[in-house]
């Protein structure tokens, strides 16, 4: 998995790089945003294989809800 850094400081400056990151969720791929605190991790909640992918990222069980 390639990790790839795209700093958003101005929503309308980039438009192509928010575009990049919705084609990549779409794509089952996941997406980190950061937050107030430390960070989010971003999937298609309605593709399984995101989902699996989200939950190896985070090590935990598929039983286990988040």
Known sequence: ?????ISIND????????????TMLRNG???AIPTETVYGLAANGLDEVAVKSLYDAKDRPYYKAF
């Open 29 to 31: 791929q996941l997406v």
């Open 11 to 22: 929503v309308q400056k980039n438009m192509d790089s928010i575009r990049e990151a919705a």
């Open 1 to 5: 998995m390639e990790t790839k850094i």
